[in-house]
């Protein structure tokens, strides 16, 4: 095992109590995610991730939330495979409450995020559509489901996660547009059905036999679907603008039209301009905001800024005028 790592006293501790029979042979640390130790736990040919919340995220500025949100994960990654279907996430093998620890089954070698492959200019229309799917499904199959509901309509982990590191810190440090920020934000809390909260393409992991696991389910809450929409449209069009790509302009096209298409039964016309406003704010969100993207330079952090802020400003509602600014300044 690995000495040097960070808790691995309290780590082994725990596994002692969980499914892994056989000796540990190999532990390591998996990255990409602020807000949790994440290992990668290998028993012979076994593998298992493990997931533990911090309290302090691990960004420049202070950033505190609740650890109890690993549990709500793990509610929502049952769900997924519950509502969805098991190919969707992965099983969570063991988790330990009063640590706020779990452990899940690890992806198969070779799996790699959607991130990546965006991020080499690698568009897969196919995958885009497998996205669409598993976002429209889950929000269809929760809607109004009243254990869904009871389960997930504390939002404080929405609030913490989301809300005041996103939408409050850039009300701050944008004070002209504060008041149209601040009334963006209320309809997000309206409850729909269980919305997962960073449909982001690193937390899609694409599998070497086709599959798609949707992770990182800790701002899991029952609310508004259109914010899992505006979420996942956003890192399209910031990886659109990074790499001047209509390609990827393209497919967050793509996803947004396919989404609606397949939300059925819910009111488009009353959610839609609501997720445009939601998708103007994460733009801003992402270069101002507690978490800003990593990958963006100084030039188009300011492209980015510009842009979000005259379509906070003129409250631009429709997704093509939206997709149209973009498109103009690639």
């Not at 202070?62 to 190919?87: H, M, T, Y």
């Not at 690890?106 to 995020?113: K, L, Q």
């Not at 989301?162 to 701050?172: A, E, L, S, V, W």
Request: one cysteine or more.
């Amino acid at each position: 095992m690995e000495p040097t790592i960070e808790g691995m006293d309290e780590v082994r501790a725990l596994l002692e109590r969980g499914p892994i029979r056989a000796p540990l042979t190999r532990v390591s640390v998996l990255g990409g995610g602020i807000s949790n130790r994440v290992l990668l736990i290998e028993s012979g040919n076994d593998r298992f991730v493990f997931k533990q919340a911090l309290d302090r995220l691990r960004v420049k500025d202070e950033w505190l939330a609740d650890r109890s949100r690993l549990l709500r994960e793990v509610a929502c990654l049952k769900a997924i495979r519950n509502f969805v279907g098991p190919q969707w996430a992965p099983e969570v093998l063991a988790e330990w409450t009063e640590s706020f620890a779990c452990l899940m089954e690890a992806a198969p070698e070779g799996s790699r995020t959607w991130k990546d492959d965006l991020l080499k200019g690698t568009i897969d229309p196919s995958v885009t559509q497998k996205v669409i799917h598993l976002m429209s499904a889950l929000h269809r199959t929760t809607r109004g489901h009243p254990e869904v509901k009871q389960i997930f309509k504390d939002q404080t982990n929405f609030i913490q996660l989301r809300i005041d590191p996103y939408f409050i810190t850039i009300g701050q440090r944008h004070p002209d547009l504060k008041e149209k920020i601040e009334s963006c934000i209320t309809p997000l809390f309206e409850g729909f059905c269980l919305v997962h909260g960073d449909f982001s393409p690193k937390n899609l992991l694409l599998h070497p036999d086709g599959r798609l696991w949707l992770l990182d389910c800790e701002v899991g809450h029952y609310g508004n679907p259109v914010f899992d929409l505006s979420f996942c449209a956003n890192h399209l069009l910031l990886k659109s603008i990074h790499l001047n790509s209509r390609t990827a302009l393209q497919e967050a096209r793509r996803l947004w039209t396919g989404y609606w298409s397949a939300l059925e039964g819910f009111p488009r016309d009353f959610l839609e301009p609501i997720a445009v406003k939601t998708l103007a704010l994460l733009l801003l969100a992402r270069v101002d905001g507690k978490s800003p993207v990593e990958y963006l330079s100084e030039q188009k952090r300011q492209v980015v800024r510009q842009l979000a802020r005259t379509l906070i400003a003129e409250q631009v509602d429709r997704f093509e005028e939206l997709s149209d600014a973009v498109s103009e300044r690639l």
